[in-house]
C-alpha cells in the first residue's frame, strides 16, 4: 500500500500498547525460594502454626497467585513471608484454558455438510475458499462447525464482520457454542476492552476473535483459520490514512501463517469470482436455505404508473398494509438518511447549500438542522427563502421523512428505524434490534445498515423504494454496489416459514441490470458485468491506484498533479497509463479543492514497480500551501 510503516503500526496496535504498555496481561505467580523450603522442614517451623501453614500450602500447589492466596490466607502473613526471604513472585502469563464445545443442535444439510468437509480438508494448510450461499442458506453454521474443529486441534481463530452492529449479535452466537474464550475486537470498544482483549489474543486466552476490519492486525501466536463474513461489504476498506483492505490482508495473512480462510458472501465482489473462476480460491455453494425457507418473490414497481404517497406507491402500501395483517413484519428500505435530501424555494429555485462544499445540504426536521453528510457542517433550519423570502419545501425522501409517512398511514402498528442517526448513542442498535426481534417493531426503516447479515424471522416483505440511485453513476463498481445491496436487502425476507416478497420501486422497469436480477439473480448479473469489465479493461482485469490530493489552492492543486504526471512519463513505464488529472466528483470539501490522478496498470507487479520509482519523486514536488496527498491501491471508489 505504499504508506509509511510507523502509522501502520499505529493501526495496528491499541492506544495503551503504543504508550508502552506491556503486550502480555501477567499475574503475580508466588512460590517458595530455597531458603522457605528449609523453613518448612526446619523445627522453628513449627513454633510459627500461621506460618507453617502457608509455606506448605505454596509447597503442595507449587505455587499460586496472590489472588487465590488471598482467598485462604491474609495478605500480611504473604508479605510477611517475603519479608523474610521465603517466597517470590514471578510474573506469569495465565494458563490458556480449554474450550469446551456445544453440540449444536442444527442438523447440516447436504450441502452445508460437503462445504464442511472439503474446507476441513484444508486445516493447517492454506488455501481459500469462497463460501456462496444466498441469504438465509447457513453459511454461519458451516463457519461454527470448522472454527470448533480448529480449536479443538489447539488453534486460534479470527472472524471477520464488516460492522460493529453485527459484532454483538454473533459474539452472542458464539458464546452460546463455546464456553469460553470468545472476545470482539473493534472501534467500540473502550480503549481498556480493546487493551484486555488485544492481549488475551496475544497470550493465546482468547481462542476465537471476531472484530470488524482493525482485527485483521491482532496478534494470534496459534492462527488456526481465518473467516471473512460479507467479504463483498465496502466496510473492509478503510478510507482513511492507512487505505487497506482487511479483506485483502486476510488472505495475504492467512498465506503467509499456512492456513486456511474462508470468505463468505451471498454477494461476492466480481474480484473474488474471477479469482474462483481462476481456481485461486476454492468455490464451495450453499444454493438453498435449510428446511422450508424459500427465496423470497420478487417484483418490480413501475413508479411512471402508480401514484406515491412521500417515495411509497400504491401497490407497496397495499403490500405493506396486508403482511401487516397476516402478522408478518416489514422492511423499508431507503439508502438515504435525514428527513429530505434538499430544501427548496420554488418561488426562485434556491437550494439550499453547504458553505464549504459543492454539495446540498440535507434536511434533519427532528433535530431541525440542516446538515452537510460530506464535512459535517450545520446550521438550523431557515424559516425563509434568504434569496427571496418565500416559503422553503423539503424535496425528496429520507428515512426520517419515511418514517414519518408511515406512521401516518399506519397510526397503530409501532415503527422503528435503523439509520446513522438512530444508531449513534451507544447501545441503540441493540435496543432497535431488540424491539424487531421481539416483535414489537412491526416496520423497520432504514438504510445499508439493515443489508449486513441480520436475520429477522418474522419479516415477510421487503419494500426497496429508490433502486434507481447506482444505475448511472458515474463509479465503475456502482452497478456492482447496487446488486449487491438489493440481493442483500432481499434476503431479510422470507428467512424462515414465512413466504417472503420483495418489491423493487424504480422509475425504469427495463433496466437490464434489475430484470437480471429478478430473473437470473445475482449469479446471472455478475456473469453479464464480469464480461462488460473484462472488454472495457476494468478491475479484475487490471490493476489500480490513485493519488488523491486536495487544497484550498485550486490552481496549485492543478499545477502539483500535471508535475505528478510528468515525473510519471519521465520514468517510461510503457505499460502504466496514468490519467488526469480529474477533479473529483464533489470537487470542493470542508473548503478544499479535489482532484486524483488514476494510474491503470495489467499486472500488480507492474503497478508496484511503477509506485516504487514514481512516489520519491512525487514526495520532492513542490505545491501550494496545505496541500494533502495519498495514495490509494486497489480503490473502491473511482469518482
Same mark, same amino acid.
Given at each position: 500500500?505504499?504508506?509509511?510503516?510507523?502509522?501502520?503500526?499505529?493501526?495496528?496496535?491499541?492506544?495503551?500498547?503504543?504508550?508502552?504498555?506491556?503486550?502480555?496481561?501477567?499475574?503475580?505467580?508466588?512460590?517458595?525460594?530455597?531458603?522457605?523450603?528449609?523453613?518448612?522442614?526446619?523445627?522453628?517451623?513449627?513454633?510459627?502454626?500461621?506460618?507453617?501453614?502457608?509455606?506448605?500450602?505454596?509447597?503442595?500447589?507449587?505455587?499460586?497467585?496472590?489472588?487465590?492466596?488471598?482467598?485462604?490466607?491474609?495478605?500480611?502473613?504473604?508479605?510477611?513471608?517475603?519479608?523474610?526471604?521465603?517466597?517470590?513472585?514471578?510474573?506469569?502469563?495465565?494458563?490458556?484454558?480449554?474450550?469446551?464445545?456445544?453440540?449444536?443442535?442444527?442438523?447440516?444439510?447436504?450441502?452445508?455438510?460437503?462445504?464442511?468437509?472439503?474446507?476441513?480438508?484444508?486445516?493447517?494448510?492454506?488455501?481459500?475458499?469462497?463460501?456462496?450461499? /444466498?441469504?438465509?442458506?447457513?453459511?454461519?453454521?458451516?463457519?461454527? %462447525?470448522?472454527? @470448533?474443529?480448529?480449536? #479443538?486441534? $489447539? *488453534? !486460534? &481463530?479470527?472472524?471477520?464482520?464488516?460492522?460493529?452492529?453485527?459484532?454483538?449479535?454473533?459474539?452472542?452466537?458464539?458464546?452460546?457454542?463455546?464456553?469460553?474464550?470468545? /472476545?470482539?475486537?473493534?472501534?467500540?470498544?473502550?480503549?481498556?476492552? %480493546?487493551?484486555? @482483549?488485544?492481549?488475551? #489474543?496475544? $497470550? *493465546? !486466552? &482468547?481462542?476465537?476473535?471476531?472484530?470488524?476490519?482493525?482485527?485483521?492486525?491482532?496478534?494470534?501466536?496459534?492462527?488456526?483459520?481465518?473467516?471473512?463474513?460479507?467479504?463483498?461489504?465496502?466496510?473492509?476498506?478503510?478510507?482513511?490514512?492507512? %487505505?487497506?483492505? @482487511?479483506?485483502?490482508? #486476510?488472505?495475504?495473512?492467512?498465506?503467509?501463517?499456512?492456513?486456511?480462510?474462508?470468505?463468505?458472501?451471498?454477494?461476492?465482489?466480481?474480484?473474488?469470482?474471477?479469482?474462483?473462476?481462476?481456481?485461486?480460491?476454492?468455490?464451495?455453494?450453499?444454493?438453498?436455505?435449510?428446511?422450508?425457507?424459500? @427465496?423470497?418473490?420478487?417484483?418490480?414497481?413501475?413508479?411512471?404508473?402508480?401514484?406515491?404517497?412521500?417515495?411509497?406507491?400504491?401497490?407497496?402500501?397495499?403490500?405493506?398494509?396486508?403482511?401487516?395483517?397476516?402478522?408478518?413484519?416489514?422492511?423499508?428500505?431507503?439508502?438515504?438518511?435525514?428527513?429530505?435530501?434538499?430544501?427548496?424555494?420554488?418561488?426562485?429555485?434556491?437550494?439550499?447549500?453547504?458553505?464549504?462544499?459543492?454539495?446540498?445540504?440535507?434536511?434533519?426536521?427532528?433535530?431541525?438542522?440542516?446538515?452537510?453528510?460530506?464535512?459535517?457542517?450545520?446550521?438550523?433550519?431557515?424559516?425563509?427563502?434568504?434569496?427571496?423570502?418565500?416559503?422553503?419545501?423539503?424535496?425528496?425522501?429520507?428515512?426520517?421523512?419515511?418514517?414519518?409517512?408511515?406512521?401516518?398511514?399506519?397510526?397503530?402498528?409501532?415503527?422503528?428505524?435503523?439509520?446513522?442517526?438512530?444508531?449513534?448513542?451507544?447501545?441503540?442498535?441493540?435496543?432497535?434490534?431488540?424491539?424487531?426481534?421481539?416483535?414489537?417493531?412491526?416496520?423497520?426503516?432504514?438504510?445499508?445498515?439493515?443489508?449486513?447479515?441480520?436475520?429477522?424471522?418474522?419479516?415477510?416483505?421487503?419494500?426497496?423504494?429508490?433502486?434507481?440511485?447506482?444505475?448511472?453513476?458515474?463509479?465503475?463498481?456502482?452497478?456492482?454496489?447496487?446488486?449487491?445491496?438489493?440481493?442483500?436487502?432481499?434476503?431479510?425476507?422470507?428467512?424462515?416459514?414465512?413466504?417472503?416478497?420483495?418489491?423493487?420501486?424504480?422509475?425504469?422497469?427495463?433496466?437490464?441490470?434489475?430484470?437480471?436480477?429478478?430473473?437470473?439473480?445475482?449469479?446471472?448479473?455478475?456473469?453479464?458485468?464480469?464480461?462488460?469489465?473484462?472488454?472495457?479493461?476494468?478491475?479484475?482485469?487490471?490493476?489500480?491506484?490513485?493519488?488523491?490530493?486536495?487544497?484550498?489552492?485550486?490552481?496549485?492543486?492543478?499545477?502539483?498533479?500535471?508535475?505528478?504526471?510528468?515525473?510519471?512519463?519521465?520514468?517510461?513505464?510503457?505499460?502504466?497509463?496514468?490519467?488526469?488529472?480529474?477533479?473529483?466528483?464533489?470537487?470542493?470539501?470542508?473548503?478544499?479543492?479535489?482532484?486524483?490522478?488514476?494510474?491503470?496498470?495489467?499486472?500488480?507487479?507492474?503497478?508496484?514497480?511503477?509506485?516504487?520509482?514514481?512516489?520519491?519523486?512525487?514526495?520532492?514536488?513542490?505545491?501550494?500551501?496545505?496541500?494533502?496527498?495519498?495514495?490509494?491501491?486497489?480503490?473502491?471508489?473511482?469518482?
Amino acid at each position: 500500500y505504499h504508506h509509511p510503516l510507523g502509522e501502520v503500526f499505529a493501526a495496528a496496535l491499541p492506544v495503551s500498547l503504543r504508550a508502552g504498555q506491556p503486550a502480555l496481561l501477567k499475574t503475580e505467580w508466588w512460590d517458595l525460594t530455597e531458603a522457605g523450603r528449609q523453613e518448612l522442614s526446619s523445627p522453628s517451623a513449627r513454633r510459627a502454626p500461621q506460618r507453617r501453614a502457608l509455606l506448605a500450602w505454596l509447597s503442595e500447589r507449587g505455587g499460586a497467585t496472590a489472588e487465590s492466596v488471598g482467598d485462604t490466607f491474609k495478605p500480611a502473613q504473604l508479605r510477611a513471608l517475603a519479608a523474610r526471604g521465603w517466597v517470590t513472585p514471578e510474573a506469569v502469563a495465565p494458563d490458556v484454558q480449554s474450550l469446551d464445545t456445544h453440540p449444536s443442535e442444527v442438523a447440516l444439510t447436504e450441502h452445508q455438510a460437503h462445504c464442511v468437509d472439503a474446507i476441513l480438508a484444508s486445516l493447517q494448510t492454506y488455501a481459500a475458499h469462497l463460501l456462496y450461499g /444466498v441469504t438465509g442458506s447457513g453459511k454461519t453454521e458451516v463457519y461454527l %462447525r470448522v472454527i @470448533a474443529a480448529a480449536i #479443538a486441534a $489447539g *488453534g !486460534q &481463530a479470527l472472524v471477520l464482520v464488516p460492522e460493529i452492529a453485527l459484532t454483538p449479535q454473533l459474539v452472542d452466537r458464539f458464546r452460546r457454542r463455546f464456553s469460553s474464550g470468545v /472476545v470482539a475486537v473493534h472501534s467500540g470498544l473502550a480503549g481498556k476492552e %480493546r487493551r484486555d @482483549a488485544w492481549r488475551a #489474543a496475544h $497470550g *493465546g !486466552q &482468547a481462542r476465537i476473535i471476531i472484530g470488524t476490519r482493525s482485527a485483521v492486525f491482532t496478534s494470534l501466536p496459534k492462527l488456526a483459520l481465518i473467516v471473512v463474513d460479507e467479504e463483498h461489504d465496502a466496510s473492509y476498506k478503510q478510507h482513511e490514512g492507512f %487505505r487497506y483492505s @482487511a479483506r485483502d490482508l #486476510a488472505v495475504v495473512r492467512a498465506r503467509g501463517a499456512g492456513v486456511p480462510i474462508i470468505l463468505g458472501s451471498a454477494t461476492p465482489s466480481l474480484e473474488t469470482l474471477e479469482n474462483a473462476a481462476t481456481a485461486r480460491y476454492l468455490k464451495h455453494l450453499l444454493p438453498q436455505r435449510p428446511g422450508a425457507a424459500q @427465496a423470497p418473490r420478487m417484483s418490480l414497481v413501475d413508479l411512471r404508473k402508480h401514484a406515491s404517497d412521500q417515495g411509497l406507491s400504491t401497490p407497496a402500501m397495499q403490500a405493506i398494509a396486508h403482511h401487516l395483517k397476516v402478522g408478518g413484519q416489514v422492511i423499508v428500505f431507503l439508502n438515504r438518511r435525514g428527513y429530505a435530501p434538499s430544501l427548496f424555494c420554488n418561488a426562485c429555485g434556491w437550494v439550499a447549500p453547504c458553505a464549504h462544499c459543492d454539495a446540498r445540504m440535507t434536511l434533519h426536521l427532528r433535530a431541525q438542522q440542516l446538515r452537510c453528510h460530506h464535512c459535517g457542517a450545520h446550521s438550523p433550519v431557515p424559516a425563509i427563502c434568504g434569496s427571496c423570502g418565500q416559503p422553503l419545501n423539503p424535496v425528496g425522501q429520507g428515512t426520517e421523512r419515511v418514517e414519518e409517512t408511515l406512521a401516518r398511514l399506519f397510526p397503530n402498528v409501532p415503527l422503528a428505524r435503523l439509520d446513522r442517526d438512530t444508531a449513534s448513542a451507544r447501545g441503540a442498535i441493540q435496543t432497535v434490534l431488540d424491539r424487531v426481534h421481539s416483535g414489537e417493531a412491526r416496520i423497520l426503516v432504514g438504510t445499508q445498515m439493515l443489508t449486513k447479515g441480520h436475520h429477522f424471522p418474522e419479516v415477510s416483505l421487503v419494500v426497496i423504494l429508490d433502486a434507481d440511485q447506482g444505475l448511472f453513476a458515474s463509479d465503475f463498481r456502482a452497478t456492482e454496489r447496487l446488486a449487491q445491496t438489493i440481493t442483500q436487502v432481499a434476503g431479510r425476507a422470507g428467512r424462515e416459514a414465512r413466504v417472503g416478497e420483495v418489491m423493487i420501486q424504480t422509475e425504469f422497469p427495463e433496466h437490464p441490470l434489475l430484470n437480471r436480477l429478478i430473473i437470473e439473480g445475482y449469479e446471472g448479473f455478475a456473469h453479464s458485468a464480469l464480461e462488460e469489465r473484462r472488454e472495457a479493461g476494468w478491475p479484475p482485469y487490471s490493476r489500480l491506484a490513485m493519488l488523491r490530493a486536495e487544497a484550498k489552492d485550486s490552481v496549485g492543486l492543478d499545477a502539483f498533479l500535471r508535475a505528478a504526471v510528468d515525473s510519471s512519463q519521465a520514468l517510461h513505464e510503457d505499460a502504466v497509463k496514468v490519467f488526469g488529472p480529474a477533479t473529483a466528483l464533489i470537487a470542493r470539501r470542508a473548503d478544499h479543492f479535489r482532484a486524483h490522478l488514476l494510474i491503470e496498470t495489467a499486472a500488480r507487479s507492474t503497478l508496484q514497480r511503477f509506485l516504487t520509482r514514481w512516489l520519491p519523486q512525487v514526495e520532492t514536488l513542490p505545491g501550494p500551501t496545505g496541500l494533502r496527498w495519498s495514495i490509494d491501491v486497489d480503490p473502491l471508489e473511482v469518482d
